[in-house]
């Protein structure tokens, strides 16, 4: 069974700054992807970052980054320079490709408040 | 864009009702997938399906069914609403190729009160 552990319900940055959203992951599947979705108050879901299990290089979209250690089965999301508009619901999730057929499975969520 | 619709924002229904919820993507894929959203638990996967007419049980399958008679089309059936299926229903589809990532693209969510 797979499983996303996300033992922050809720985090503070102030603008500017970098904050660190931590996800841990458990699956007996060797080969895995793992994603980080972004929701706003409006309620929709965004696909943010996908982090393959064999990427030899941790992947980064703009502002975002995951810092994937592999041997710590952890996949955390980096923000740097955070805005206003960052503020919101992040879930961390992760599909096996052997096992669970396509099917995501999430954590918990952290709330991430950004104040001016 | 990928635009995956769903009917309803926001519904309010009485306990014992049966209730459909309809989920449209036009992106043709293979993929289709129903999860309930409520705090602290994240999202649960209840039915999810991989080509029409196909199903498969997800997490929570309890109380639900669902429906897949088009390609592009989704639904999810309460036969009898309750009070604790009072939640955020979220529907996403995704590419069935293997070689793809499995990135889910989600509706904007129905949420669902049961009285």
């Known amino acids: 069974a797979q499983k996303i552990t996300q033992t922050q319900p809720g985090m503070f940055v102030q603008e500017k700054e970098a904050v660190t959203l931590d996800c841990t992951y458990d699956t007996s599947d060797p080969s895995y992807g793992l994603f980080w979705y972004k929701q706003p108050s409006s309620g929709e879901m965004i696909f943010l970052i996908y982090q393959g299990s064999y990427d030899q290089q941790n992947a980064t979209e703009g502002r975002y980054s995951l810092n994937f250690q592999k041997a710590r089965k952890s996949a955390n999301l980096v923000i740097s320079a955070s805005q206003l508009g960052d503020s919101a619901m992040y879930f961390c999730a992760m599909r096996g490709m052997n096992t669970g057929f396509q099917k995501l499975v999430f954590g918990t969520g952290t709330r991430l408040l950004v104040s001016p | 864009d990928v635009k995956v619709t769903q009917s309803s924002r926001y519904l309010v229904k009485r306990t014992g009702e049966k209730v459909f919820l309809e989920c449209v993507q036009d992106?043709?894929?293979?993929?289709m997938f129903w999860y309930r959203q409520d705090p602290g638990l994240g999202l649960r996967l209840i039915y999810f399906?991989?080509?029409?007419?196909?199903?498969e049980k997800g997490d929570i399958p309890e109380g639900y069914s669902v429906s897949r008679e088009k390609k592009e089309r989704f639904s999810l059936i309460l036969e009898s609403a309750s009070t604790n299926q009072t939640s955020m229903y979220l529907c996403?589809?995704?590419?069935?190729?293997?070689?793809?990532?499995?990135?889910?693209?989600f509706g904007e969510g129905s949420r669902l009160t049961v009285l």
């Open positions: 399906s991989y080509d029409v007419k196909m199903k």
């Open positions: 996403a589809s995704s590419f069935g190729s293997a070689a793809n990532t499995g990135e889910l693209f």
């Open positions: 992106m043709d894929h293979e993929n």
